[in-house]
């Protein structure tokens, strides 16, 4: 198994500002994503996290609204760009083992004002 | 990816077995079934998935149908932290093993 830290668990930000979300797991895992959940939804995939390149982003989605960097196998990070109230969500990132499963951090609920 | 479909909710009284069913039937032969639970604001939690054969492990049992059309998820003794929103998802566990989580079932322990 492998258990996926994320932080900050909850932020409060202002329209128009940016926000880092983290995410550290403690084994490395094959692939990681970022998904959305907006209240009382099902979650949305948002981007693959791909290490050392460019993540690959579902429709809808955009790297300057929602930049991502993977660095190395165990570290991602997600940047909510120039926010606003409609951003307001939990993002969540999650991780694949090389057994098939696929793990989550507890989220990040953001909310903007 | 292939779509599933679920009922939207379900109740189950304390101490019985809770089944969930799913259906899948455009699956293709590479592709998983993966189930995933939700408690209210919580991160997703890995129950279980499968291929073809059923699976069992300390949280519960996957029952897939010969023709892999559906499956159906089974809590065999439901407790009240049970109650949660349950997903079935199918995948092929390929170099792009991303999720898509339909809207999933809200499955209601109760005394």
């Known amino acids: 198994s492998a258990v996926i830290s994320q932080k900050p668990s909850r932020d409060i930000c202002q329209r128009g500002t940016s926000l880092t979300i983290q995410c550290q797991v403690d084994?490395?895992?094959?692939?990681m994503f970022w998904y959305r959940q907006q209240p009382g939804q099902s979650l949305t995939l948002i981007a693959t996290?791909?290490?050392?390149?460019?993540?690959?982003?579902e429709s809808g989605f955009v790297i300057d609204k929602f930049p991502i960097s993977r660095p190395n196998l165990t570290f991602s990070t997600l940047t909510v760009s120039n926010m606003s109230p409609e951003d307001s969500s939990i993002y969540l990132c999650?991780?694949?083992?090389?057994?098939?499963?696929?793990?989550f951090g507890e989220g990040s609920r953001l909310t903007v004002l | 990816d292939a779509k599933t479909t679920q009922p939207t909710s379900m109740d189950c009284a304390e101490g019985r077995a809770a089944n969930l069913p799913c259906n899948h039937s455009?699956?293709?032969?590479?592709?998983?079934v993966y189930w995933y639970r939700q408690i209210h604001s919580q991160g997703p939690q890995y129950i279980i998935h499968?291929?073809?054969n059923n699976e069992t492990n300390e949280m519960a049992s996957l029952i897939i149908t010969e023709d892999r059309k559906s499956s159906t998820l089974i809590l065999p003794h439901a407790t009240l932290r049970d109650t949660a929103v349950y997903y079935c998802?199918?995948?092929?566990?390929?170099?792009?093993?991303?999720?898509?989580f339909g809207t999933g079932t809200r499955l209601q322990v109760t005394l």
């Open positions: 996290a791909n290490q050392g390149s460019e993540a690959t982003y």
């Open positions: 998802i199918v995948l092929y566990t390929g170099t792009a093993s991303k999720l898509t």
């Open positions: 084994s490395q895992v094959t692939m």
């Open positions: 455009t699956i293709s032969g590479n592709e998983y």
């Open positions: 999650s991780g694949t083992v090389n057994t098939g499963e696929l793990f």
């Open positions: 499968g291929l073809k």
